[in-house]
């Protein structure tokens, strides 16, 4: 079956940075568009970043020159670097197969000082 399993999260201090991972199983990765999405407490989960199968790649205005998404086929991994981190970049992190209900069980990233 498809399986998204997240890892990289964890506490950081504001301007600090992160890298987190999603290793896909289940499914012929390279075809597929993958998305990372956050969801804050008490906010509705939405789109962070998207990656297509030739490496096209969408932000939100929010995280725009701070993040950066990428894919690895040979792995079926996923990677959101991000840098330059803001209090309000804290939430839940998941990872998604674009178009499919499918998720990972996501990954904490909080960010303070």
């Known amino acids: 079956q498809v399986q998204l399993v997240e890892s990289g999260g964890g506490l950081v201090q504001p301007g600090g940075s992160l890298r987190l991972s999603c290793a896909a199983s289940?499914?012929?990765?390279?075809?597929?568009?993958m998305a990372w999405y956050r969801q804050a407490p008490g906010k509705q989960r939405d789109l962070v970043a998207r990656?297509?199968?030739?490496?096209?790649?969408n932000y939100a205005d929010s995280v725009k020159g701070r993040f950066t998404i990428s894919r690895d086929n040979a792995k079926n991994t996923v990677i959101l670097q991000m840098n330059s981190l803001k209090p309000e970049d804290t939430a839940v992190y998941y990872c998604?197969?674009?178009?499919?209900?499918?998720w990972g069980q996501g990954t904490q990233v909080t960010v303070s000082s």
């Open positions: 289940g499914i012929r990765f390279s075809f597929y568009t």
């Open positions: 998604n197969i674009w178009n499919m209900d499918t």
């Open positions: 990656i297509d199968s030739v490496r096209n790649t």
